[in-house]
């Protein structure tokens, strides 16, 4: 079994390496805890078909992904997405948009970042797991693999991608390109007509749980937590509208799975301090407001 790129890459084609397909140490199974409908493993017989299962553009590995990597991540990357299918119930798997979406195996990596999602080319990349020379003591492959590079951050960037796919192609406003408003870190409410542009509307209602405190008038506690501990330098990347809006994204994931009794680490898990998230009570009041979101989404897809 050959697995290669499936998005092209900017710029001209690229020579493929061809892996031996042999002795593959299955440690995709070690990101998940929780029952598993066996169906979905009959339909995902062969991890290359994880893109026309999900709906995806394709995927992307870097150079130094080798092909048991290869393997195990298109395999993680599948049970990440079933998971994440539970909470969206996006119609036919469609977690793609349409083959909207493509994912990047560290082959995009940005200086500094575990993950991240590229607005321009629709493109989630995960870096790749850690060399054994990054720790201090001998770390066996499956420790590295679990548990360092871009494992976690699938749910967060997702949320990029649902924020800035929605806010561009189906409710779209000129001045005002992402459902979230991006990068602003201005925390006044943008009035939208609730019927005409729903998702937006919604959007806002969260944002203001996030920033305001019930007078709305002053910051909630959650933001006044993160100006405290977030150093100043730093402050302005944890108080943008569309970051605030990821990590609670990914927070609302990681409630509805615990819910269903399931954990899945690749798809979600906490990478930054405990600060910088809601507590389980303030998460409470965003989660009904999520349900009405991803609502007006899946009227969509």
Known sequence: MKIVDTLSPEGGSRAERWWEDQGF?????????????????????????????????????????????????LAALGICLYDLNRVLRFKGNNLGLDKTLGIAFGARGVKGALAHYEPSTNIINLTRYYEENRFDEPTEKKVRFVFSGGVGSFAHEYGHFLDYFFGARVEANPKIYALSDGRSTDPRRITYDAAKMPMRYWMEEILEKAYWDKSK????????????????????????????????????????????????????????????????????????????LLLQMRKHF
């Open 217 to 292: 008038t002053a910051d909630s506690s959650y933001v006044r937590r993160i100006r405290k501990a977030i150093p100043k330098q730093y402050l302005d990347y944890f108080l943008r509208r569309n970051e605030i809006f990821a990590r609670l994204f990914e927070q609302y994931v990681g409630y509805k799975l615990q819910e269903m009794k399931i954990q899945n680490i690749f798809l979600t898990k906490t990478k930054y301090h405990a600060i910088q998230y809601m507590t389980p009570t303030e998460l409470k009041t965003v989660v009904p407001l999520f349900d009405k």
């Open 25 to 73: 140490v299955e440690l995709y199974q070690f990101f998940r805890k929780g029952a598993m409908e066996k169906r979905f493993y009959d339909k995902l017989k062969d991890v290359r078909t994880v893109h026309e299962v999900f709906q995806l553009r394709g995927y992307q590995f870097g150079n130094w992904v080798t092909h048991e990597d290869r393997f195990n991540y």
